[in-house]
């Protein structure tokens, strides 16, 4: 059974950036699409970006333009860069991989496609 593990989280003034990453492990991770997605308390957990195998990304809306999600194909690590963040950034982070069972080019947006996850990293974000 696979295992990821996220750090990089923390406190941030809005303007500032952080640097999420999850490391990836027993997984076939040539078959796996990656995503990144939050939630806050009482709220539904939301996509945030999501990368297939070969780099094909997707971004919410709220993040285009300041966030960057990249993965390490060989480390088996994924990461999110996030620059400019804003107070509604808040939120705890999850790392999620689809088993797609062959080679994920398209990485999907949906959440509940998302079957295995983090444990969570907390960003908070000031003002």
């Known amino acids: 059974q696979g295992q990821l593990v996220e750090s990089g989280g923390g406190s941030v003034q809005a303007g500032g950036s952080l640097r999420l990453s999850c490391a990836a492990s027993?997984?076939?991770?040539?078959?796996?699409?990656m995503g990144w997605f939050r939630q806050t308390p009482g709220k539904e957990r939301d996509v945030v970006a999501v990368i297939g195998y070969y780099g094909r990304t997707r971004y919410a809306d709220s993040v285009k333009d300041r966030f960057t999600i990249t993965r390490d194909n060989s480390k088996q690590y994924l990461y999110l860069q996030m620059n400019n963040l804003e107070p509604a950034d808040t939120a705890t982070y999850y790392c999620?991989?689809?088993?797609?069972?062959?080679?994920?080019?398209?990485?999907?947006?949906?959440?509940?496609?998302?079957?295995?996850w983090g444990q969570g990293t907390q960003v908070t974000v000031s003002s």
């Open positions: 027993g997984y076939d991770y040539n078959s796996i699409c």
């Open positions: 999620a991989a689809y088993l797609s069972g062959n080679y994920c080019f398209v990485p999907p947006i949906e959440v509940e496609k998302y079957t295995h």
